[in-house]
Nanobody
Framework: QVQLVESGGGLVQPGGSLRLSCAAS????????MGWYRQAPGKQRELVAT???????NYADSVKGRFTISRDNAKSTVYLQMNSLKPEDTAVYYC?????????????WGQGTQVTVSS
């Protein structure tokens, strides 16, 4: 069984910064990719940023230049550094991990962490 534990959300003023963390633990696994998604009230969940095993990253246009995704392989942890936050970044942020376990690849989701950008 795999668990993804997220942390780092909270309330921040416009222009501020937050760093989200997501640690994967549990069964023996190999990480294929990890990423962050977000869902604002009344909207569909959307991709924010992903990082694949080789280190390549991908960002939503709305966060390019402001957010940075990174990964600590030794800790099986992915981070999302969010700078220059805007009110429209307000959402529940979910961590997603695509993992290989016993020859099978599956996607796992964290429980979500609230990010609120407001003055």
């Amino acid at each position: 069984q795999v668990q993804l534990v997220e942390s780092g959300g909270g309330l921040v003023q416009p222009g501020g910064s937050l760093r989200l963390s997501c640690a994967a633990s549990g069964s023996m696994f190999s990480i294929s990719a990890m990423g962050w998604y977000r869902q604002a009230p009344g909207k569909q969940r959307e991709l924010v940023a992903t990082i694949i095993r080789g280190g390549n990253t991908n960002y939503a246009d709305s966060v390019k230049g402001r957010f940075t995704i990174s990964r600590d392989n030794a800790k099986s942890t992915v981070y999302l550094q969010m700078n220059s936050l805007k009110p429209e970044d307000t959402a529940v942020y979910y961590c997603k991990a695509v993992l290989w376990i016993a020859g099978t690849q599956d996607a796992y989701w964290g429980q979500g962490t609230q990010v609120t950008v407001s003055s």
